[in-house]
């Protein structure tokens, strides 16, 4: 079954960026709707960008125009580009298809935000 390991994450001041990636195992995933998630503590995982299988991409409003989703098929990964970082931010953040599936959650990987 699908696998995904997401990697890229780190400490990262106000205003810096971050590129995160995530490697698929899945034999699928060229045809599947990828997203990025985040977790930050104490709230709930939420939405942050989500791209199809033709590329085309969707932004939650409070990274849109900051944060870029990209796919790689050939490669089976999904990046996410993080430009003019803000502290709330401040996550972990996990790939996953959109709807997501619950046994394809991973690790994630921790994105700090410093100020």
């Known amino acids: 079954q699908g696998r995904l390991v997401e990697s890229g994450g780190g400490l990262v001041q106000v205003g810096g960026s971050l590129n995160v990636s995530c490697t698929a195992s899945?034999?699928?995933?060229?045809?599947?709707?990828m997203a990025w998630y985040r977790q930050a503590p104490g709230n709930e995982r939420e939405l942050v960008a989500r791209?199809?299988?033709?590329?085309?991409?969707n932004y939650a409003d409070s990274v849109k125009g900051r944060f870029t989703i990209s796919r790689d098929n050939a490669k089976k990964t999904v990046y996410l580009l993080m430009n003019n970082l803000k502290s709330e931010d401040t996550a972990v953040y996990y790939c996953?298809?959109?709807?997501?599936?619950?046994?394809?959650w991973g690790q994630g990987t921790q994105v700090t935000v410093s100020s």
């Open positions: 996953n298809t959109h709807p997501y599936v619950r046994h394809f």
């Open positions: 899945a034999d699928t995933f060229s045809r599947l709707t």
């Open positions: 791209i199809d299988h033709v590329g085309r991409s």
